[in-house]
């Protein structure tokens, strides 16, 4: 009965491996970032936080000095709104679309390793006026999961990087 079990789940495991499938989170950096240093026009901003994160997590070293660093990561653009997606009959807005749009650039020490980059990511979300408290609330913690989208895709576009 067992090597029933066992076969199917062999084979599975033999068919994931051999597929490149790698666990998330789970990534390996070329040596040029071993060390990085984060360069934001804004530091306390819900990118550069969640950037931090993201990195620190995935075992990259940051550096609080652009030339103890091996690479730089060069927030180039970061903008983040909201714009009316739909309206009522009476001509007020029924949903929101929440935006944050950044734009980077990894320099290393032998040049560019990674050209200007935009990475764009947007939730809609209903509106009502009534709660108008309670969606500010909403709309900041969907600034803040954008933030985390965007961290998170720049951290694995940085772990292909294949200098």
Known sequence: MRRIIALPLACLA????????????????PPELAKVYLAVPDPNS?????LRR????????????????TATLRIVDERYGRRVKSVSAQNRPTEYEVFYVAQYEV???????????RV???RVFPYNERDILGK???????????????????????AGLDP
């Open 14 to 29: 033999l068919a994931a491996s051999a597929c490149g499938f790698q666990l998330q989170g789970v990534s390996s950096f």
């Open 120 to 122: 764009s990511r947007s």
């Open 54 to 69: 993201s990195l620190a997590a995935a075992g990259v070293v940051l550096t609080q000095d652009a030339t103890a660093g």
């Open 107 to 117: 320099e290393g020490t032998a040049g560019i390793l990674l050209a200007p980059q």
């Open 46 to 50: 819900d990118l550069a936080v969640q």
């Open 136 to 158: 500010q609330q909403e709309e900041e913690m969907l600034r803040e999961a954008l933030a985390r989208d965007i961290a998170g895709l720049i951290t694995r576009q940085l």
